[in-house]
Every structure is written in structure tokens, then in C-alpha cells.
């Protein structure tokens, strides 16, 4: 199937511009001079984490971070709607200290961040940072996906960038999450490379978003809504083995005593919402369509109102689909000022999330995918790692 976006050929490379979500073809010759982002940019041929310069001696002029959204356990994900991009750093295995890697991935997100959050002065020598991503399943081609810069104006200072544990065969090592903004900048022109590679980024080819993020950290994002409001089958299932076999360990865990998953759902919902308030699991004789109540704050510590909202939880297998029954079920226990949130393993029928979408009910639907995403995030990375958290937080003979 031909893609829909711009594709640069192999022998472009060198004088391309880099736009927005436009793929950048590798070489054909099967070795490492196939490798586009080194013919597009000087910054090497191997890893995630590719830049010029020095991060021990002259300072790095240029950042590239790239990502194939294969690893599960390192889940680097772009949420276009915020603008948000999630990337992991290069610590990634046990037997090294947090900054001690061989390409100082680490070093380079510890530095500027700290910049991030200083003055105009120390956020000159912040690099700028190009994301990439794998365009396909096979290959080598690129696809470009804007121009980030560290940090984002809905996080806190001490949530942008964190250092997390991890542990693989018994050894703990620490690695860093690290928060971008994705810049409002449909093109990066090979004159601003230029002028990056010069010295020069804020020379008169530089971005007016790089510019003000530069003085007065302000972030200009790049948000984009999706026009598509519902979400297909294969949209709301994990696509890879390890998200699947994530359902499927969290399905078997609560086989023959579904009532037991509400109140894993309402977990789930907290890990997506941390604003959740007090949420009560109802008597499953007594539910009337609901499985938990609860209340979700917004506004300042000091001063913050809340919304009440109801609950349903359905841990089905893949082919068990969500449908127009129990969401009206649901819309039924609605009332004003209410929300609802939709929790199920495996996925809203079509014509349930049309009509809950069309009649803009004010229902939060989490499927799937998105539980695992979550589940991911959070660093339940694999069946195991999952399973272990359900025997502990939800054990079969807890009612």
C-alpha cells in the first residue's frame, strides 16, 4: 500500500528539509551506509540516541532522538493530541550507574533539563531536539515527527524528568523518563541546520517556537485533536504479542469472579487520572448499572471542586466486544454534573461508540490498548510483571 505522507529519496537526504511527519527512505546496499538519519544529519549511524558534539567537552550543538515504538519495556509513545512525548533514556540494562552509559544519553537529558528550568542564558546551550520515528515494520526509512524541547507547561518542575527503577534477573538500575513538548514547527529548514551546526541556533533561520521556548520558556505546542472521535477494533487492541498476552493474563486472573475486576478498574482509572478522589466499589448484587462511584477533583490544592462519577467495569476476552446494552446502562446512571468512565479488556462495538460519540454523552471509554498503555507506562512491562501485581494487589481470595 503506497503511503499517504512525502516521501524524500535516499539521494535527497543531504539537502532535504525535515517536515512534519514526512519519511525519509534508507539506502539499499545492506550495511550501515543505509542508515537516513546519518546521511540526513551528522550524528552517527547507530541507537536511539544520536548527536553532535560533546557532552563532556565542547557541549552537544544537536540532539536526535529516534524511536521504533518496539520495546515494550521502555515504552517511548507521542501523544499528538497533547503534544506530549514520553522518551526513555539510554541506561537500559542493569550493571552501569544512571549516568554512566557509553553515548551519555543520560548526561545530555540530566543537562538540559536543568537548563530547561534555569535562565535565557543556560537555555541557549540546550540543544535542539529532533524526534524520529520508524516509518514501518521492515526497513530503514524515518519518519520525522517535530521538533521537541525538554519539559512541558502542564508538568511541574520535578515531574519532566525522572530517574525510575527498574529490575531485570534480580539487578535494580536506574534509568530516566524524560517529558518533551512537541513544538508548533512544520518544518525544520536546512538553513537553521545550519546555522545550528554553526553555532548559530537562534541565527535568523531558527524556528519562532524554538526562539520563544529559548527566552522565556514558553511552550508554542503542537496539539492536534483527532477528527476521528471513534475508535476502530484494531484500534482499541494491542496490536504487539506482549500487549495481548497483558489482556489475556489480566482476563485469566479474574476468570469465573468478574465482579472481583471492579476494583482493578478503578486502579486502571486512577493510573490514568490521578485526580481521582474517594471511589467506593458498589455490592455487585446492588450495582444498578454501576460498579463503583466516585469523585474527580480539579482546581488548586487549596480550593478544589469535584465531579462525581460513575464507574463500569467488563473484563471480556478479545472477540467479547462492549455493546450498545451495557453502554446505555451506563447513560442511564448519568445524571447532572456526572461523568462516566467505561473500563473493558477488550473493546466498544462499533455502533455503541458511535451513538455514546454522536449523543456526546460524557463517557471516558478505556479499552485495550489502553489499559496495557497504562499498565506500561507505569512499568508492569510484561505478562509476569503484571500478574505479580494482580496476586498482590487483587488475590483470588480477597472476597
Known amino acids: 500500500m503506497t503511503s499517504a505522507r512525502p516521501l524524500w529519496r535516499f539521494d535527497q537526504l543531504r539537502s532535504a528539509d525535515l517536515v512534519l511527519d514526512a519519511e525519509y527512505e ?6 550501515t551506509g543505509d542508515d537516513p538519519l546519518n546521511r540526513l544529519l551528522p550524528v552517527g549511524n547507530q541507537g536511539g540516541f544520536r548527536y553532535k558534539g560533546s557532552p563532556t567537552r565542547e557541549g552537544v550543538k544537536l540532539v536526535v532522538l529516534y524511536t521504533s515504538g518496539e520495546n515494550p519495556d521502555w515504552p517511548d509513545a507521542l501523544d499528538e ?27 545530555i537529558l540530566r543537562d538540559a533539563f536543568a537548563a530547561a528550568h534555569a535562565d535565557e542564558i543556560a537555555r541557549q546551550q540546550v540543544p535542539p531536539f529532533l524526534l524520529f520515528a520508524k516509518a514501518n515494520a521492515s526497513g530503514r526509512n524515518v519518519v520525522f515527527r517535530g521538533l521537541i524541547a525538554p519539559g512541558a507547561d502542564t508538568l511541574a518542575a520535578d515531574d519532566d524528568l525522572q530517574a525510575i527503577w527498574r529490575s531485570t534477573r534480580g539487578q535494580r538500575f536506574q534509568n530516566y523518563r524524560a517529558a518533551f513538548t512537541v513544538l508548533d514547527t512544520p518544518v525544520v529548514s536546512r538553513a537553521w541546520i545550519g546555522q545550528i551546526l554553526a553555532g548559530q541556533p537562534l541565527g535568523d533561520a531558527c524556528p519562532p517556537a524554538w526562539a520563544e521556548w529559548v527566552r522565556g520558556r514558553a511552550y508554542r505546542t503542537l496539539a492536534a485533536p483527532a477528527t476521528k472521535v471513534v475508535r476502530s477494533r484494531a484500534e482499541q487492541l494491542p496490536t504487539d504479542a506482549v500487549g495481548q498476552q497483558i489482556l489475556s493474563t489480566i482476563h485469566q486472573h479474574f476468570a469465573d469472579r468478574w465482579s472481583d475486576f471492579e476494583a482493578c478498574a478503578v486502579e486502571l482509572w486512577r493510573m490514568m487520572a490521578p485526580n481521582t478522589g474517594v471511589t467506593a466499589v458498589t455490592r455487585a448484587s446492588r450495582d444498578f448499572g454501576r460498579d463503583a462511584i466516585g469523585i474527580y477533583q480539579l482546581g488548586p490544592a487549596a480550593d478544589r471542586i469535584t465531579l462525581d462519577f460513575v464507574l463500569e467495569a467488563k473484563c471480556y476476552g ?19 454534573r456526572m461523568f462516566g468512565v467505561l473500563v473493558t479488556t477488550s473493546y466498544v462495538h462499533d455502533q455503541a461508540y458511535s451513538e455514546v460519540r454522536e449523543d ?7 479499552c485495550g490498548r489502553d489499559i496495557v498503555d497504562v499498565l506500561q507506562q507505569k512499568g508492569y512491562t510484561t505478562p509476569a510483571a503484571v500478574a505479580a501485581w494482580l496476586n498482590s494487589a487483587f488475590p483470588p481470595n480477597a472476597r
Do not use: M
Open 360 to 366: 456526546q454523552h460524557p463517557i471516558v471509554i478505556i
Open 81 to 107: 493530541k497533547t503534544g506530549l512525548f514520553t522518551y526513555y533514556g539510554d541506561n537500559r540494562s542493569p550493571g552501569r550507574l544512571l549516568h554512566e552509559t557509553p553515548r551519555s544519553g543520560n548526561v
Open 26 to 31: 534508507g539506502g539499499t546496499a545492506g550495511n
Open 318 to 336: 478479545p472477540d467479547n466486544s462492549v455493546g450498545v446494552k451495557e453502554t446505555s446502562r451506563l447513560i442511564s446512571r448519568i445524571r447532572h
